[in-house]
């Protein structure tokens, strides 16, 4: 640790993408080399969760990719890049919700106007208004506007799927690099390591959440919407992105103790997220954001960065509140 802390900056976070593409590279090997082996006697389950695996797999690597290009690039960089991600889930969220001719303005306000002036409160850091524009005044701009469509039919559900869009792909996402924004006392010029610890305990939750729903065959809490979710399974996987958290406090600018709070936070409403999200899902009648690829241009998108949505935000608060913002 001694040795860690009189790198620089710029050496630490060097060494942070070395270790990360090192593991990814170790567990990418582990696994073409078990898809290479004969594979006649697995069953039919046991390739299909490979095959998921792998898919995993593909997407964890372009999200480390786009992490380091992200930090390579300075905050423009970044921030344009999240603001595309962004632009890309919207569009795969509202090409599979119910929306009608009347609510083309709205859309035309959500994706040309309300996202880059988002994206562009987070690059001028003016966290104030970012934090408020969004939930105060474009959830009152958003109705107005749908309202001089002239189009009264289900009226509060499609203004109300268009806010919803707009609050988790585009409120939601830009919190990812407002937080390598963030000037922290005595943290400066690490943000990525933030980012990195807040996936790292989104993801272990996740994990852990899947791993003890299976174990335990506990009675789901929405038996209709997710038959892997219940209450147990829930604080078994967010108590283990606590315990990450605390392991990965000298990453942060936190101590022991308020480090496994974090990661309990951001690893609890993570899942909690991901839970929303597949409850979208079935009322679009879909099992996967990317079932519809060839439509809305993103495969998948929106499974991958729901969980990271809900929790990016929560993170983001509790951190400005933890140092008195």
Same mark, same amino acid.
Request: with cysteine; charged share 15%.
């Given at each position: ?47 299909? +969760? ?38 890309? $889930? ?16 709205? +859309? ?39 309202? +001089? ?53 989104? $993801? ?10 299976? /174990?335990? /065959? ?13 209450? /147990? $399974?829930?604080?078994?996987?967010? +108590? ?5 958290? $605390? ?14 709070v974090m990661g309990f936070l951001a690893g609890g409403s993570g899942t909690l997220g991901e839970l929303v999200m597949k409850a979208l899902k079935r009322d679009a009648g879909v099992q996967s954001w990317g079932g519809k690829a060839s439509v809305t241009g993103a495969v998948g998108l929106l499974d991958r960065v729901a969980p990271l949505c809900f929790a990016a935000p929560v993170f983001f608060h509790a951190v400005r509140w933890y140092f008195g913002w």
């Amino acid at each position: 640790m001694g040795a860690l802390r009189e790198l620089t900056v710029s050496q630490q976070v060097g060494l942070l993408f070395v270790t990360l593409f090192g593991l990814l590279a170790l567990v990418t090997a582990a696994a073409v080399w078990r898809t290479v082996r004969d594979d006649s006697d697995d069953s039919a389950e046991e390739q299909t +969760l490979q095959m998921r695996f792998m898919r995993d797999l593909r997407a964890v690597w372009v999200g480390a990719v786009l992490f380091w290009i992200a930090w390579a690039s300075g905050a423009f960089v970044s921030t344009l890049l999240f603001g595309v991600l962004s632009f890309l $889930a919207l569009r795969e969220f509202v090409t599979l919700t119910h929306t009608r001719r009347g609510d083309h303005r709205s +859309l035309l306000l959500a994706f040309f106007a309300v996202l880059p002036l988002q994206y562009v409160l987070v690059g001028w850091q003016l966290f104030d208004l970012f934090t408020v524009f969004i939930p105060v005044y474009v959830f009152l701009a958003i109705p107005v506007v749908s309202a +001089l469509g002239n189009d009264p039919k289900r009226f509060l559900e499609r203004t109300a799927k268009i806010q919803w869009g707009i609050m988790v792909c585009v409120y939601g996402m830009s919190h990812a690099p407002a937080l390598l924004l963030l000037d922290l006392p005595d943290y400066e010029g690490r943000g990525a390591f933030m980012v990195l610890y807040l996936v790292g305990v989104v $993801a272990v939750a996740q994990i852990a959440q899947e791993v003890a729903s299976r /174990r335990l /065959r506990a009675r789901p809490a929405a038996g209709a919407i997710s038959r892997s979710f219940s209450w /147990r $399974a829930w604080f078994i996987g967010a +108590l283990s992105a606590a315990v990450l958290g $605390a392991l990965l406090y000298w990453a942060t600018p936190f101590k022991p103790v308020p480090a496994l709070v974090m990661g309990f936070l951001a690893g609890g409403s993570g899942t909690l997220g991901e839970l929303v999200m597949k409850a979208l899902k079935r009322d679009a009648g879909v099992q996967s954001w990317g079932g519809k690829a060839s439509v809305t241009g993103a495969v998948g998108l929106l499974d991958r960065v729901a969980p990271l949505c809900f929790a990016a935000p929560v993170f983001f608060h509790a951190v400005r509140w933890y140092f008195g913002w």
